[in-house]
Structure formats: structure tokens, C-alpha cells
């Protein structure tokens, strides 16, 4: 019994090992085919002369390659995890021959299927490697043709070698563009035979419509529909520029996809005639964006819709501007599939990127010189039409890209100029749909999410201030996930792919390591743009905290301010931290910088580090805080700021007192206002001693009741303390919400008092007499002293 069991164990460990056996080969000949893939990839790109197509379909090789590896690791690191464990239940090998032969079996099984997969990973693993490797390269060769592209000089324009060329060529791409506008023009004609023609019409109809007619009815129902069922509120004009934005763009591409797909009904389009077709329509997509979103943002004849702070004039002026630049960016991208389609020269190519540098370099300048012509009637509007510092600078930096687009035109940079135009076109679409997308995504949010939305209290049962909280959070992640989308359109033009910026974040962010430092200038501009982009961002974000989100919850004013500057404090910490490591500082390598910050506050930095570390504890701990009425020796005043050094304190004079954080921890503060807020107003009236202190009572109270700054509660209380010197002595004491009212407030209640009693016939005492002096001068005039 006990052989057959171990026979039938050996059977089952073999045919275990069979099956690891069969998936091993499996999974070496992925490997192999991965491998050569890789190698096959680094020859190609070794040999030089690869255009961007075959870069793109290598980063696609290279990408299944890495997805592939990543696939057998997940497979096969449970697996090796499940026999080294079976291998540890069998515990170490003992001496030779001293152990059973089944048990011997296994191990030697198990031991074989181990190795095979740890040496399956390790290729893997290294696949991953070369892959990411193969890739970096790819985007270095990316980058290399995009350079060596702007770099490119032909003949200038202005010489006769740049039309010799062109004409040297002419006859062929003419001929080429006949055939191929004769193809166009012969599939039309057919469209319209009469065996085609219903159809033929009836599409072109179509599309006529909607480009024409359509776009002009969908654009006032939205209005309508916009102005009567979209609540109040920012969302209303927001919505309404994206549905004209998608209106115009779906509407047009409609109708010219329809007018082609009308005339090639019945497939009398040739391959060139049809592919020109197709880009035909695209042209008009793009073109009919660009114009939509001027448009709606511009909104020329509705200035209560504009969605952008843009003045009413300079709306006007700039009102045909966007069907300019969409007729352009159309004309871009139809010269440039019409080359690519008939197959033109090379001088042709030039010259069509030489026309479209020129028209966007002057579309960009006319558009310049329209917005910033100041009206003739500014006079005393001349302050309001001022326009910001960044709008300023943004149009000196497109006045340059303008004289410097044609510039390199007139000396040969056909390409670079072209890259320069083409770029700030570009960036100006991305900027116009990252304001777009933002702001109705944030006014969405805000109409869906935020207190003023009553379906959501009801169906998530969610309190008011928690969905302001929820609206704000959501609408600041939108904006940085827009930011990042718009950051790769905007920088996939200089030959930098999304995947290649993240890849190259992720090894700046691998930056923090212990080696040897390397400090290059590349390195030194690099930890600059860490610290001021770090910097902004912090300070943006303590922005958005104090004034979006902070205040939607129920901390105090003091409470937000000591968390925005702790938050501002740590951030700061940070950034100079990854500048440090974008810089090549490792950290065992600023163990100087600590040992000589030891020393220095060893000396002559104590102090620094005292009202450093008493900051910290204030934000923390907060026996004080902003808008606190304080006491500190001679000084008396409102805290206004309390920074990590030392707080600011204004005092009645309006003045401000800086003191150092630790004069506020070491020594002894009067905080007016930390446990109550409320103020006490006291004073003592003397009255004669036949007067009627039921009487006198009841007028101080009522006093008191006429008063608007008293309060009920505590209720003011009228004491008859004493009787001195044959006066009756009454103690008056009220409370106000503020300690900083009480003075005018005893000086409003004493004046009221005063007259009442006047009223009431009922004098105050005259201040005690005593009359000093020697004798026989008694009858000389001395001064009073009053005695209280």
C-alpha cells in the first residue's frame, strides 16, 4: 500500500512536471519572439534615415512587448511563490542518501521548476528593460528629426534659386494636380448622371442645409432652449459656448460628409479622388472648430453670454477673426493632404508651408494689432481698459513669434517658421479648449453638486457644506487632470509624445538617490523651474484652499489661515527638497550642509530656530490666533498674521508690531478674546443719599435696554455697592459681543444715563472738597481735589 501511494505521487509529480515543462516552452518562445523583436528594433534604428511612421509602429512593437512581459510576470511570480513554498515545507536536503526516494523526486522536481521560472522572470524582467530602453531611444530619434527639421534651410524667397526649384518641378505637380482635380471633377460629373443623380441631390441638398440653414436654427434654439431651462448662473453661459462649439463643428462635418458621401454614392470616386474627399472634410472638421470656438467665446453679438472678462469693443473688432483662422487652419490641413495625396515635390511642399507660415503669421499679427487699438472713446474708461500684466506679455511674445516666423521665411527657415506659426495657433486652440472644458465642468459641478443644488441634498441625504466641499474637490481635480491633458497636446509638436513626458517625470521624480553629484547646467535650469513651478503650485494651492474650499467648512477664520501657512510651510519643504534632487543632491550627500547648520545654530541661529519651532507650536497648539485681541507686555492690539518666525500684531494706532513667535510661548499672554468674545462695560455712579435707587435702577436699565450694542444675555445687573461718604455708590455692569466696543459703548451708555437722570430731576453727587492750606489762608481761593 505505502509503494503504490509514493508510485502514484511520482506519477502525479511527473505529470505536474510535464505541464510546467509545456508552459515553459510556451513561455520561452514568447520571450525568444519578444527578443528579437527588440533586436530588430535597435537595428532599424541604429541604420539611421526612419521616419516618423516607423517610429510610431517601433513604439507599438515596443509597447505589446513591455504589455506581454508585464503579463508573464503577474503569471508567473505566483507560481515560483507556490513552489518555493512547497520546497520549504520539505525542509533542507539532508546528508546524502538520507533521505526517501519519492521525497528525493520531488525535490529534484521542484527544484528543476523553480530555476526554469526564476529564469523566465529574470528575461522578462530584463525585456522590460530593453523595451523602455528601445522606447527612449525611439523618442530620442523623434526628437532628433524634429530638430534636424526646423534646422533645414533652403533658398530664400527672395533669390531666384527658390523659384528656379519650384519651377524646375512645376510641370510634374501641375500635371499631378490636374489628374488629380480631373479625377475629382469626373467622379462629380458621373455623381450627377442620371442614373446617380436622386441620390446625388438629395445628399448635396442635404449637407447645404446643414452647413447653411442648419447651423443658423440649431444655434437660435439653443439660445432659447439655454435661456429658458438652464437654472441662473454662471452655467448658463458656459453651456451655451460648448453647444455652439459642438453645434458648429457636428453640424458642418455633417454637411460635407454628406455632400461626399452623396456624390461617391455609388463609388465614381477613384482612390486619389476619394482619399482628397476625405481630406476635404477633415479640413472643413478642423476649420469649422477653430470657428466655433472664436465664436463662443468671443459671443460678439451677445455680450451678456460672453464666457471670458473680454471688453465689448475689442469683441467687436475681432468678431470675422475666428472664420479667418478657421478658413486657414482648413487650408493648413488641405494643402498638406493634398501633397501628400498627388505626391508633389519637394519644392512644392516648401512652398505650401512657406503660404501657410506667412497667412498665419499674418492673421496672427492682424489679430494683434485689432485687440490692442484703444478706442477713441476711453477718457475716464481708460483704468478699466487697462489689461493685465500676463495679457500683455502674451502679446509680446506673439509679436515675436510673428517678426521671427517671417523672418526665418524671407532667409530659408521655411520649416522652423512654419513650426512657429503652427505653434502658436496651436497653443491657442489648446488654451481657448482647456478655458472652455474647465469652466463648464466647474460650473456643472458647482449646479449639481453644491448647496444650491436640492436633488442632491435629497438623494445623497448630504449636508449643504459637505457638497460645496465635494463640488470644489471635484472641480480642482478636473482642472489638474485638464492641465495635464493640455500640457501633452500642447508639447506633442516638438516631437515629445504623452507616454514620453510621464516617462520622463518618472525618472525626474527617481531623482532623490544617494551617488555622486552631477551638477550640469541642464541639471542647475532644471532644479530652477522644480523650485519657481514648485513654488507657484504651493502658493496656488494655499490660494484655492483659503478661498474655495476652506471656506465651505466650519473652521474659523484663524483656524483656516494657521492651516494655509502650516500647509504653505511643509509645501515649501518639499519643493526644495525635489530641486535638490532634480539637482543631483543626494541625501548622504548634504550631510555637510547639516553639520554646518549645526554648527551655525550652535552660535548664532538659535534664535531663528527658537521663533521657528514656537511658530510651528502656535499654528499647532493655537493659544493664539488671527483676528484674537491680545496683551503682551506694553503691547495691546489684533493678531493680523502669524508666520513661521514671528506674528504681526496691529495695534489701535493702526500701526503694526512684529514680535518674535517665542516671546508668545515663553512669556505670559493676555488673550482678550480666546474662550468668550464678549466684552463687559462697567462703571460706578454716585448719587445724593436721598435719591430713589429703586428709581435710579430702573432708569439705568432702561438704559441699558435702548441700547442696540448690549446684550440680552448676559443681562445687564444694577448694584448699590455702597454708601460713601454720604453718597450712595451704584455699580453698573453690561456685556457686548465685542471687547473692542465697549468704550464707545460705556461712553453712548454714560452720556444716556446722564440725561435721564437729568430728566428725572436727579443729580449727582459733587466730588468730596478738601481744602488744604495754613493758617490764615483760609480765605485764599485754592483748587479743588476730588477724593474718590
Partial sequence: MMLARRLFLVFAFVLAAMDVAAQSSDTGKLLDEARQRIADARKQLDGGDVDDATLAQLREQMGAVDTHANTLLGELAPKLEAITARIDQLGPAPAKGGEARDIAVQRAELEKQRSALDADIKRAKLLIVDSGQVVAQVADTRRANFQARLSQRTPSPLTPTFWRGLGASLDRDLARARELVAGMVAGTTAAFAPANRVASFVGVGLGVLLVLLGRWWVERALLRWTADRVPHGRLRRSALAVALVVATTLLTGLGAQAIVVALDWHGVFGDDARALARSIVAAVVFGSYVTGLGRALLAAARPSWRLPPISDDVAVRLRHWPLMLGSAVALSVLIKHFNQTAGTSLSATIAGSLVVALVYAGLIGWGLLRAARTPAVAGAHAESLRRPAWVGAAMSLLWIGVALAIVASLAGYVAFAHQVTRQM????????????????????????????????????????????????????????????????????????????????????????????????????????????????????????????????????????????????????????????????????????????????????????????????????????????????????????????????????????????????????????????????????????????????????????????????????????????????????????????????????????????????????????????????????????????
Fill in 425 to 788: 495657433i496651436g497653443l491657442g486652440i489648446v488654451a481657448a479648449t482647456f478655458y472652455l472644458v474647465v469652466h463648464v465642468v466647474e460650473d456643472l459641478l458647482a449646479a449639481a453638486l453644491s448647496s444650491r443644488a436640492h436633488w442632491a441634498q435629497r438623494t445623497l441625504g448630504l449636508e449643504p457644506r459637505v457638497l460645496d466641499q465635494v463640488a470644489v474637490l471635484a472641480s480642482g481635480a478636473f482642472r489638474v487632470f485638464a492641465l495635464a491633458i493640455a500640457l501633452f497636446a500642447a508639447l506633442a509638436p516638438f516631437g515629445t509624445e504623452p507616454a514620453d513626458l510621464v516617462a520622463q517625470l518618472g525618472r525626474t521624480a527617481a531623482g532623490l538617490r544617494i551617488g555622486q553629484i552631477e551638477v550640469t547646467p541642464v541639471a542647475v535650469f532644471g532644479a530652477l523651474a522644480v523650485l519657481v513651478l514648485g513654488i507657484a503650485a504651493v502658493r496656488a494651492l494655499q490660494r484655492w484652499l483659503l478661498v474655495s474650499y476652506l471656506p465651505t467648512t466650519r473652521l474659523d477664520p484663524g483656524m483656516r489661515s494657521s492651516m494655509t501657512t502650516l500647509l504653505g510651510t511643509a509645501g515649501i519643504v518639499v519643493v526644495v527638497a525635489f530641486a535638490l534632487s532634480a539637482l543631483g543632491f543626494g541625501l548622504d550627500r548634504i550631510a555637510w550642509v547639516a553639520s554646518a547648520l549645526s554648527v551655525g545654530i550652535g552660535f548664532g541661529l538659535q534664535a531663528i530656530v527658537q521663533n521657528f519651532v514656537s511658530g510651528l507650536i502656535l499654528l499647532v497648539e493655537r493659544p493664539v490666533k488671527v483676528g484674537d485681541w491680545v496683551v503682551l507686555g506694553d503691547t495691546e492690539g489684533d493678531i493680523r498674521r502669524i508666520n513661521v518666525r514671528a506674528t504681526e500684531i496691529q495695534m489701535g494706532d493702526r500701526s503694526t508690531v512684529i514680535v518674535p513667535n517665542s516671546e508668545l510661548i515663553t512669556k505670559s499672554v493676555r488673550n482678550v478674546t480666546l474662550a468668550n468674545a464678549e466684552g463687559r462695560v462697567r462703571f460706578r455712579v454716585p448719587l445724593p443719599l436721598d435719591s430713589d435707587p429703586a428709581r435710579v435702577v430702573a432708569i439705568i436699565k432702561d438704559a441699558f435696554d435702548a441700547h442696540p450694542g448690549v446684550l440680552r444675555q448676559p443681562a445687564p445687573n444694577v448694584l448699590l455697592d455702597s454708601i460713601e461718604n454720604g453718597h450712595l455708590m451704584f455699580v453698573v455692569v453690561g456685556f457686548v459681543a465685542n471687547p473692542r466696543q465697549a468704550g464707545q459703548v460705556r461712553s453712548d451708555l454714560l452720556l444716556d444715563i446722564l440725561a435721564r437722570l437729568r430728566a428725572e430731576g436727579i443729580a449727582l453727587s459733587a466730588p468730596y472738597q478738601v481744602n488744604l492750606g495754613r493758617a490764615g489762608e483760609a480765605d485764599l481761593p485754592h483748587p479743588p481735589r476730588e477724593v474718590d
